[in-house]
Each structure stands twice: as structure tokens, then as C-alpha cells.
């Protein structure tokens, strides 16, 4: 379930959009492939489409950046990301701060996921909540396409990462 909802209407480039994310990927692989994968940045973003990573800081974050089709409309957000990982309860909170290519808009997002077994087993469901905020100019636009953008990309995420699991899975 994905909602979106516009807050602080006004002049054009004030303009906040909260985005709520509540989303769950079932996965035929064990809850250890799973984690394996879901804990390693890199093989994350290699199953986000349009999302790259730049190198590691110094602080444990990392640079990243991520288009988005909007329509016939590509936006290119440049972000800063942290990522705390539980190992012991499968789970993860990512954090992220950005802006677009022009710079006229902003966002802040916070993403908590887990990994837990099917009934009956092999298999995992990974439970997805976030709330994203976008200021500035093109909030508009992406408040009108959220839910559809939203859907497109768990969707793709869980294909490719059901396939690296399978990969993993039969290594």
C-alpha cells in the first residue's frame, strides 16, 4: 500500500509531499539468503533500476544516485545514504538526503525492512515501511506519480532480487 499526501500547499516551490511506503516482497529463499543479500549495499542496489552507489565514507555512508521515470519525465536524484544493520534480527534502517540534478528539489527518506520466514519454510517475507518527503518544484509531479512509480519499482526490486537469491541460494 503506497500513499501519498501533499502537506504545506502553497507557492510553487514550498510545495511538501509525504510519501508512505508500506510494501512486502515474499521470496522463495531461505531468510539466511535473504539477509545475506539484503545486508550487502552494493547487491542491493544492483537489484534497484537507475540506482548507482559511489565508494564508502570514511563514516559508513555512502553517495549514491538514482533515476527515476516519472512519464516521458527522468529525474536524477543525487543522495547521501546510512544504513544500520541488526544481524541478529534480520532487520535494516536506511536513511537518505537529497536533491535532484538542478537542485530544485529536495527529499529525506527513512526506509525500515526485515527478513523473516514463511510458513511453511523455505521461503521469507521482507516487510518494507517508509515515508519520504519531497520539497520544491517538481514535488507536484512526483506526488501524482507516486503510487505508480512505487508500485513499478518493488516490483522490479523484487524480481531482481528474488533472482540474485535463487543465484545465491543454488552456489
Do not use: Y
Request: hydrophobic share 45%.
Amino acid at each position: 500500500m503506497t500513499d501519498a499526501r501533499a502537506a504545506g500547499r502553497g507557492m510553487f516551490f514550498s510545495e511538501l509531499i509525504m510519501i508512505e511506503v508500506n510494501e512486502r516482497i515474499d521470496v522463495s529463499a531461505t531468510p539466511q539468503v535473504v539477509w545475506n543479500l539484503l545486508s550487502e549495499p552494493r547487491a542491493v542496489v544492483d537489484c534497484v533500476p537507475g540506482a548507482a552507489l559511489g565508494e564508502q565514507q570514511e563514516d559508513g555512508s555512502f553517495n549514491a544516485t538514482m533515476v527515476v521515470k516519472f512519464g516521458p519525465a527522468k529525474i536524477t536524484f543525487r543522495a547521501h545514504v546510512t544504513l544500520e544493520l541488526d544481524a541478529a534480527a534480520m532487520t535494516g534502517h536506511v536513511t537518505a538526503r537529497g536533491k535532484d540534478n538542478q537542485g530544485g528539489t529536495r527529499f529525506r527518506a527513512t526506509m525500515n525492512f526485515g527478513v523473516t520466514e514463511q510458513a511453511p519454510p523455505p521461503g521469507s517475507t521482507v516487510p518494507i515501511t517508509a515515508q519520504v518527503e519531497i520539497s520544491g518544484r517538481l514535488a507536484s509531479l512526483v506526488e501524482s506519480g507516486a503510487k505508480l512509480v512505487v508500485k513499478r519499482m518493488t516490483a522490479e526490486f523484487s524480481e531482481r532480487l528474488a533472482a540474485r537469491c535463487a543465484a545465491a541460494g543454488a552456489a
